[in-house]
């Protein structure tokens, strides 16, 4: 099955009118221990100073290893858990600023998809009374116009009508993550984080999905925030993909920029990962030194300083904190050593470093697109 084709004009258009979402400086911790009689011994840094932006009409991708803060994050946006610090406006309302009847509404305009269907329905509801949950709730259609909205919807996500009576173990994976997807598009939502939406299926399922989610986007103009694991899965649908590490987005750029010539170490790691097709092809991958770092008590400096492969890494890597800064045209980066960076070779110097940045973009990190690496060269990065 061929999977969609993003498209970009569109996509341009859409990034240059005022974004849905606008998430600012974002940081949630979640205390270790502690009770009514001890205090915290630590926090988890689920997330850590995460900015972004998602433009109407657009998917953006967020990528990174288990326990990243991927699903943290977009539960902070939905305000299904309380952020920290920072700020989430939707379609220009600070969510932070509402009290909960009025983010119970707005929550009607922003839903999520989880990546078990199967946990998130109640295996006593028939999925027609599930989908008609939302309906009810948000007052939007009762009887037989409710009925009628489900059987719709059911079409709509490639269901049989009829099938509205039956329970969630009479389907298979894919059919319930389209019953999920039905529930979510109930109450005629704008904007979907879709968690891992595909993650537990077949590979040939899940480009059906993919491509269910894809035609769902076009036809209802929706904005999408889809978080996955493996950035394979994300290249068809995503307008843009934010790479996420230890809590803290590294890399954010359209998507060709990013699969084209991927700036920050990790990423190109995650890139030399994604399966190749063609069982003749090269199999060459970047492998990270080590596991990662436990959230609850990230590096210094750059968090990803203890297994990155870059040829210039230092003792600055080790007590720099490196911006997300431009690398190239909308292409976001947080790299010290990746050129161009706004922390110049003398406050490297002063920080303990001993390389000046130099460009480092592994073959490996590209082998898969059918592309050839450019080694290590002494330049900026061109878009
Ligand atoms: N309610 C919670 N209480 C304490 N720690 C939590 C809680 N929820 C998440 N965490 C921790 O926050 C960090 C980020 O978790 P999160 O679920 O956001 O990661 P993720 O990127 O979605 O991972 P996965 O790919 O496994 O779903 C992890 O270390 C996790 O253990
Ligand atoms: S700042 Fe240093 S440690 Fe971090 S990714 Fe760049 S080279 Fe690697
Ligand atoms: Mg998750």
């Given at each position: 099955?061929?999977?969609?084709?993003?498209?970009?004009?569109?996509?341009?258009?859409?990034?240059?009118?005022?974004?849905?979402?606008?998430?600012r400086n974002?940081?949630?911790?979640?205390?270790?221990?502690g009770?009514?009689?001890?205090?915290?011994r630590?926090?988890?840094?689920?997330?850590?100073?995460?900015?972004?932006?998602?433009?109407?009409g657009?998917?953006?991708?967020?990528?990174?290893?288990?326990?990243?803060?991927?699903?943290?994050?977009?539960?902070?946006?939905?305000r299904?858990?309380?952020?920290?610090?920072?700020?989430?406006?939707?379609?220009?309302?600070?969510?932070g600023?509402?009290?909960?009847?009025?983010?119970?509404?707005?929550?009607?305009?922003?839903?999520?998809?989880?990546?078990?269907?199967?946990?998130?329905?109640?295996?006593?509801?028939t999925?027609?009374?599930?989908?008609?949950?939302?309906?009810v709730?948000?007052r939007?259609?009762?009887?037989?116009?409710?009925?009628?909205?489900?059987r719709?919807l059911?079409?709509?996500?490639?269901?049989?009508?009829?099938w509205?009576?039956r329970y969630?173990?009479?389907?298979?994976?894919?059919?319930r993550?389209?019953?999920?997807?039905a529930?979510?598009?109930?109450?005629?939502?704008?904007?979907?984080?879709?968690?891992?939406?595909?993650?537990?299926?077949?590979?040939?399922?899940?480009?059906?999905?993919?491509?269910?989610?894809?035609?769902?986007?076009?036809?209802?103009?929706?904005?999408y925030?889809?978080?996955?694991?493996?950035?394979?899965?994300?290249?068809?649908?995503?307008?843009?993909?934010?790479?996420?590490?230890?809590?803290?987005?590294?890399?954010?750029?359209?998507?060709?920029?990013?699969?084209?010539?991927?700036?920050?170490?990790?990423?190109?790691?995650?890139?030399?990962?994604?399966?190749?097709?063609?069982?003749?092809?090269?199999?060459?991958?970047?492998?990270?030194?080590?596991?990662?770092?436990?959230?609850a008590?990230?590096?210094?400096?750059?968090?990803f300083?203890?297994?990155?492969?870059?040829?210039?890494r230092?003792a600055?890597?080790?007590?720099?904190?490196?911006?997300?800064?431009?690398?190239?045209?909308?292409?976001?980066?947080?790299?010290?050593?990746?050129?161009?960076?706004?922390?110049?070779?003398?406050?490297?110097?002063?920080?303990?470093?001993?390389?000046?940045?130099?460009?480092?973009?592994?073959?490996?990190?590209?082998?898969?697109r059918?592309?050839?690496?450019?080694?290590?060269?002494?330049?900026?990065?061109?878009?």
């Open positions: 099955m061929s999977l969609p084709v993003p498209d970009t004009a569109r996509d341009a258009a859409s990034l240059r009118a005022a974004p849905l979402l606008e998430v974002l940081v949630k911790r979640f205390p270790i221990g009770g009514l009689l001890s205090r915290p630590g926090a988890v840094q689920a997330v850590t100073d995460v900015s972004f932006d998602v433009a109407r657009e998917t953006l991708a967020l990528v990174g290893e288990s326990g990243c803060g991927k699903t943290t994050t977009g539960r902070c946006i939905l299904l858990v309380e952020p920290t610090s920072g700020t989430v406006c939707f379609d220009g309302t600070d969510l600023a509402l009290d909960a009847r009025a983010m119970r509404a707005m929550r009607r305009r922003m839903q999520l998809v989880f990546q078990d269907p199967y946990a998130s329905l109640n295996p006593r509801m999925i027609g009374a599930a989908i008609r949950e939302g309906l709730v948000h939007l259609a009762e009887g037989a116009a409710a009925d009628a909205r489900v719709a059911l079409d709509e996500v490639g269901l049989r009508p009829e509205a009576s969630p173990h009479e389907f298979s994976g894919g059919q993550q389209r019953v999920g997807i529930r979510a598009l109930a109450v005629e939502p704008e904007f979907i984080v879709l968690d891992e939406p595909v993650s537990a299926l077949d590979v040939s399922v899940q480009a059906q999905v993919i491509n269910l989610l894809a035609r769902l986007q076009r036809d209802r103009g929706l904005t925030l889809f978080i996955a694991h493996d950035l394979g899965v994300v290249e068809h649908l995503a307008t843009r993909v934010a790479v996420m590490y230890l809590g803290r987005i590294v890399e954010l750029a359209p998507t060709a920029s990013l699969f084209t010539r991927p700036v920050m170490p990790y990423t190109q790691a995650l890139l030399s990962a994604i399966p190749i097709p063609d069982p003749a092809a090269p199999r060459d991958r970047i492998v990270l030194a080590g596991d990662p770092p436990s959230p008590s990230p590096p210094s400096g750059c968090v300083h203890p297994r990155c492969p870059h040829p210039a230092d600055a890597c080790a007590s720099i904190v490196p911006p997300l800064e431009a690398k190239g045209t909308g292409h976001e980066a947080a790299c010290l050593k990746q050129p161009p960076t706004a922390v110049t070779p003398a406050a490297q110097r002063a920080a303990g470093g001993s390389h000046d940045p130099v460009f480092s973009l592994p073959a490996a990190a590209l082998r898969s059918g592309a050839s690496g450019t080694g290590t060269r002494a330049a900026g990065l061109s878009t």
